[in-house]
């Protein structure tokens, strides 16, 4: 879980530079960036879904003495979604009127974002990971996963394992590629990494 929590960390920031970084953008620079945006708000709301679904209940079960610690870290996920929201409606404006209001205010809502993420993201990893390291078996941490990716759409999963890969460390990149199928490594190796370099290259060098 802490993996995926690197490129929620990266993503929001990343995505708010680029965005102020268009003056006069295309219409299909718009477009691309605004589905850019919509596919990382969704990765965050399918993985805050599926620890909703399926982790905060078990640790509450699990770990009644901690019920208090895990409830407050649980209930962080309301301010995330109040931002998530936030900055969904502002990329549905800048999409229709790219002018610069609306781009500052898609910007500064990616930035409101991605303080409110980190916060939750660090207080987390301090307590509710290490927690659920000791509680889960590994049948329920691949639950978890499972949801998260189910989300996703068909023709945008290599871009997001993609994105999952890129801010780690060659280690965790290995570890990741490893829990993932043969034929989907095979695939990975051979369509995947093509097709995410060259749609990262379109996302930072329009």
């Known amino acids: 879980m802490a993996i995926v929590h690197e490129t929620f960390r990266a993503a929001y920031d990343e995505s708010a530079r680029l965005v102020r970084a268009e003056v006069e953008p295309s ?8 589905d850019h945006i919509d596919l990382a708000l969704l990765m965050l709301h399918n993985h805050h879904e599926s620890e909703d679904l399926l982790l905060w209940p078990l640790l509450l079960r699990r770990a009644p003495d901690d019920a208090a610690s ?3 870290v649980a209930d962080e996920h309301k301010d995330v979604a109040v931002a998530v929201d936030r900055a969904k409606a502002a990329c549905t404006r800048w999409r229709s009127q790219p002018a610069a209001a609306e781009r500052d205010e898609l910007a500064d809502s990616l930035v409101s974002l991605n303080a409110v993420l980190r916060n939750h993201l660090d ?8 927690l659920a390291a000791r509680t889960l078996t590994q049948d329920e941490w691949n639950a978890i996963g499972a949801h998260s990716r189910a989300g996703i759409p068909k023709d945008k999963r290599f871009v997001v394992f ?8 060659t280690q965790d990149r290995a570890y990741m590629l490893s829990e993932v199928p043969g034929p989907v490594r ?6 995947g990494q093509r097709q995410w370099r060259s ?5 930072r060098c329009p």
Not at 27 to 34: C, D, G
Request: proline residues 8%; hydrophobic residues 50%; aromatic residues 14%.
């Open 162 to 169: 993609g994105m999952l890969l890129e801010p780690l460390s």
């Open 27 to 34: 219409p299909e620079r718009v477009a691309f960036l605004a």
């Open 199 to 203: 749609y990262a290259d379109r996302l």
């Open 186 to 191: 095979l695939l990975w190796k051979f369509v």
């Open 70 to 72: 895990i409830q407050r």
């Open 123 to 130: 207080d987390e990893e301090g307590y509710a990971v290490p």
